[in-house]
């Protein structure tokens, strides 16, 4: 690996270095959208939804509030805290929280995509230095010493565009995973949403039509 780097020059520090940033955003990304975000939708819509048909709201935000950091349980709690309130008010109040809550989604997933752009244009600037180091100064060395120069000059250029494309495909691949997973999840919340706010809005709507006399 050592002798990989080596041979094509201080270009191949710079990608690699450049490919730790990227690593980490990826690294970053896994454990938010994996770990830190994980829910059970159906399971969690259902416990919620169940103290609502109990009408313990109280219990329902508790369940919220055992996932504080999760998007859904803050988007939800927004809704169930006007509970009282409108139609249009819920709404209100869980769009803003989405405005507030997913952006923590798709953080930081665009910079994958650009490590892979970056690390694709910083390998053909080293293959740009490896050429221009080929031929500079092979005038007036004998014939042995110009080959020798053109050869190192386009190793040093190989090299960098190898490692560049290395870094930049698994990359573009990583960055289509994590966006498809940050997409899946909006959507997730959303519909969650969507589902409290029809429950709320039905059970209001059951509450007020008259009982029929026996």
């Not at 970053?28 to 103290?51: C, G």
């Not at 053109?150 to 040093?156: D, E, N, Q, W």
């Amino acid at each position: 690996m050592f002798d990989f780097l080596t041979q094509g020059g201080w270009m191949m520090w710079v990608l690699l270095g450049w490919s730790v940033v990227g690593l980490g955003f990826i690294i970053e990304r896994v454990i938010t959208l994996w770990f830190r975000f994980r829910i059970d939708q159906k399971e969690f819509v259902k416990r919620v939804l169940f103290f609502v048909n109990s009408n313990n709201y109280a219990r329902a935000i508790e369940v919220c509030n055992a996932k504080p950091g999760n998007p859904m349980s803050r988007v939800l709690k927004a809704g169930l805290l006007k509970a009282n309130k409108s139609d249009k008010e819920i709404q209100r109040s869980m769009e803003e929280e989405m405005l507030r809550s997913l952006p923590s989604v798709t953080k930081n997933i665009d910079y994958v995509s650009m490590a892979s752009n970056t690390a694709t244009l910083l390998g053909l600037l080293g293959t740009i230095f490896g050429l221009i180091m080929a031929f500079k100064g092979v005038a007036g060395k004998s014939a042995q010493a110009r080959q020798e120069h053109l050869a190192k000059g386009i190793s040093v250029a190989m090299y960098t565009t190898a490692f560049g494309l290395i870094i930049a495909i698994p990359f573009l691949f990583v960055h289509y995973w994590l966006n498809r997973r940050g997409l899946r999840m909006v959507e997730t919340v959303e519909e969650s949403a969507v589902q409290l706010l029809n429950h709320l809005a039905s059970r209001r709507g059951s509450a007020s039509k008259p009982s029929k006399a026996a």
